[in-house]
C-alpha cells in the first residue's frame, strides 16, 4: 500500500468512526418477545447511539402495531427523562382501531440536555395478548432533538410480539390425572400392575 | 390623533401574558399531535407555523421555561 493509500484508508476510517456522523437510533427493546394470550408484555423504546456526544433534549415518536394481536394497556415515562426531574412527559393517544399509538413525546423544561451519555428508555410501553399470531411493532414518525435544538438523523429498528397459546394449567393436570386413573384400572383388569418402585412389572 | 402601541413580545409566551410559564405549556400540550384541520388545534401552540404541533413547536416553549420549573 502507496502512502496516499494508507493516509486515504486512515481517513476514511476516522471519517467512518466519528460521532459526528454516526447516526442516532431509536429501538423497541427487546427486539422479539414471547407472551400468551392474555398476558401483559412490556416494551421500552429506547434511544442510544451517540446521544452522549450531541446532549438529548426532546423526543417524539408513533408505535403501530397489529390491532387483532395485541392491544395497548399503557405508555409510561422511561428513566431517560428522569436523571433531569424537571420534564413533562406526553403518553400520546392510542387508536386500538388503528393499532397505532401517536404522538408520544417527553423533554425537560429549561435549558439543561438529558444527562444521558449512552442513552436510555425513553418511553415503557405493556400491551396486552389478545390472540395467537405475531405483531410488527413499528416506529415511525420519530424525532430526537439535540441540546442545540436540532434535529438529529435517526435510524429506527421495531420489534416484534409473538402471542402464543396459553398455557395449560390445572385443567391439563386434571385432564392428565385422569388419564392417568382410567388407565391405572385398565391395566390392573388386564391383571397388569406396573410396579414403580421395583422398577419393572409384575404379573398377578 | 393616533396612538402607537409597543408590543414587547417574548418568545415562547403563548398566551402573552408577558411571561413563560406552564400555561404556555399547556396550550402546546392539550394541542399536542394535532394538524391545523383538526379540532383541538390551537394555531398558538404551533410555533414553527409548520400546520402541526409536534415536539419541534414544544422544546421551543420548554427550552425557555426556568429551570427548576415542576408543571404536571
Not at chain 1, 471519517?15 to 416494551?43: I, Q, R
Not at chain 1, 423533554?107 to 449512552?118: E, F, Y
Not at chain 1, 386434571?174 to 400392575?193: D, N, P, W
Request: aromatic residues 6%.
Amino acid at each position: 500500500m502507496s502512502p496516499l493509500e494508507r493516509l486515504l484508508t486512515l481517513a476514511a476510517v476516522s471519517l467512518v468512526a466519528s460521532p459526528a456522523f454516526a447516526n442516532t437510533t431509536m429501538d423497541v427493546a427487546p427486539a422479539e418477545t414471547s407472551v400468551s394470550v392474555g398476558d401483559s408484555s412490556t416494551l421500552e423504546v429506547a434511544i442510544g447511539g451517540f446521544v452522549g456526544e450531541v446532549g438529548v433534549y426532546g423526543f417524539q415518536f408513533d408505535l403501530s402495531y397489529d390491532p387483532s394481536i395485541v392491544s395497548v394497556e399503557r405508555v409510561d415515562e422511561g428513566p431517560l427523562l428522569a436523571p433531569g426531574g424537571f420534564k413533562v412527559f406526553l403518553p400520546g393517544e392510542v387508536d386500538e382501531g388503528a393499532g397505532r399509538v401517536g404522538f408520544v413525546a417527553g423533554t425537560p423544561l429549561g435549558p439543561q440536555p438529558l444527562d444521558v451519555p449512552h442513552g436510555g428508555a425513553a418511553a415503557t410501553v405493556r400491551f396486552k395478548a389478545l390472540a395467537r399470531g405475531t405483531s410488527p411493532i413499528t416506529i415511525s414518525n420519530a424525532v430526537v432533538l439535540s441540546f442545540d435544538r436540532e434535529e438529529l438523523s435517526i435510524e429506527t429498528s421495531g420489534g416484534l410480539v409473538r402471542v402464543v397459546p396459553e398455557p395449560a394449567g390445572p385443567l391439563l393436570c386434571a385432564t392428565s390425572l385422569l388419564a392417568l386413573f382410567v388407565y391405572e384400572r385398565a391395566t390392573r383388569r388386564r391383571g397388569v400392575v406396573k410396579t414403580f418402585a421395583a422398577g419393572g412389572l409384575r404379573l398377578r | 390623533m393616533s396612538v402607537a402601541v409597543e408590543a414587547q413580545l417574548t418568545p415562547g409566551d403563548l398566551n402573552l401574558d408577558g411571561v413563560v410559564d406552564c400555561t404556555d405549556l399547556e396550550i402546546q400540550t392539550l394541542s399536542f399531535g394535532r394538524q391545523s384541520d383538526q379540532p383541538g388545534f390551537d394555531p398558538r401552540a404551533d410555533v414553527d407555523q409548520s400546520g402541526l404541533v409536534d415536539v419541534r413547536d414544544l422544546v421551543f416553549v420548554a427550552w425557555r421555561l426556568p429551570a427548576t420549573t415542576t408543571c404536571f
